[in-house]
């Protein structure tokens, strides 16, 4: 045994780390859902079990690291469960094709898998493209979704995102912190292939619309957190989404930005936890 930070083993394998004396296990396993094999990281322990989903091409390890750590001890009566959607991170194959309706595929391939886990109801932590992913399931299986947790998220693309979206199609000009995890996952070709195919598809989208058709039945309770200086999401979806979902909360980090559950991992795991922990909410 390694010291108190987590050591990470391939596929199959058991993650253990030293935490206050006790061990954490995480397990890295790949599930067949439909006609491939996801890639899921699962750890703790509980009846109530929380999907994490991670935004667009991340992948379990880049997105979610603080959070596979932490949340495990804070939610004590959880499983905690992350993937990687299909054609993301060690979801390959299949390589990654975009349409205009991948997040609604995403959302079903989601529900599959934990019908594959035999998880009848489930919770969901999801950010940007995951968050997205997370409002379309909580909509079309609402016996399953008990609760949302999002942030970076939207149910469209306004004129000024495609526009961002297109301004950063060399993704060679990428900040080194933003495109080597990309890169390492996909490789530096296919990296750039995969993002331009994206935006492509973003401005075949029908006034930008993504899923506002899928907000005005949710029922999950649904906690939204937003970075104020967010570049990629705006605060106008912050007001859409409060506007157009029925039981909602709101916290906002004044100075965050897109990455809040990585900037600020102390309190955003503990508002999500209290969030999800919280008997009072139907």
Same mark, same amino acid.
């Given at each position: 045994?390694? /010291? ?15 935490? #206050? ?10 599930? #067949?859902?439909?006609? $491939? ?21 991340? /992948? ?12 495990? #001890? &804070? ?15 060690? *979801? ?7 349409? $205009? %309706?991948?997040?609604?595929?995403? =959302? ?7 019908? *594959? ?10 950010? +940007? =493209?995951?968050? $997205?992913?997370? &409002? ?21 693309? *306004? ?12 993704? /060679? ?48 309770? $649904? ?21 157009? &979902? ?26 999500? /936890?209290?969030? &999800?922990? %919280?008997? +009072?909410?139907?």
């Amino acid at each position: 045994m390694q /010291s108190a930070f987590v050591r990470r083993v391939q596929l199959h394998t058991t993650t253990f780390c030293r935490i #206050k004396n006790k061990r954490s296990l995480h397990v890295e396993r790949k599930v #067949k859902v439909k006609d $491939t094999d996801i890639n899921i990281v699962e750890c703790g322990q509980g009846t109530k079990t929380v999907l994490l989903m991670p935004g667009i091409m991340g /992948s379990i390890w880049t997105d979610f690291s603080p959070q596979i750590r932490e949340l495990p #001890k &804070l939610l004590p009566n959880h499983t905690i469960i992350a993937w990687d959607p299909p054609g993301y991170g060690k *979801s390959v194959p299949p390589t990654r094709e975009w349409r $205009t %309706d991948s997040l609604q595929i995403d =959302a079903e391939y989601a529900v599959d898998l934990m019908k *594959s886990l035999n998880k009848s109801t489930f919770s969901i932590i999801g950010w +940007s =493209a995951g968050g $997205t992913t997370g &409002l379309i399931a909580a909509n079309r299986y609402p016996e399953m979704v008990e609760k949302l947790v999002i942030w970076g998220s939207g149910a469209y693309m *306004s004129r000024s995102e495609l526009q961002l979206y297109d301004g950063m199609r060399d993704v /060679s000009k990428w900040p080194a912190k933003m495109r080597n995890p990309m890169e390492e996952i996909y490789g530096v070709e296919r990296f750039s292939k995969l993002w331009n195919d994206l935006v492509d598809t973003l401005f075949k989208l029908p006034n930008g619309d993504v899923c506002t058709n899928e907000l005005n039945a949710i029922e999950a309770p $649904t906690l939204i957190l937003h970075g104020r200086k967010d570049p990629m999401k705006p605060f106008e979806h912050v007001a859409y989404l409060r506007e157009h &979902l029925k039981n909602t909360r709101y916290y906002e980090f004044p100075d965050g930005k897109h990455n809040i559950h990585i900037a600020y991992a102390n309190t955003f795991n503990r508002l999500v /936890s209290e969030f &999800l922990l %919280d008997t +009072s909410l139907p």
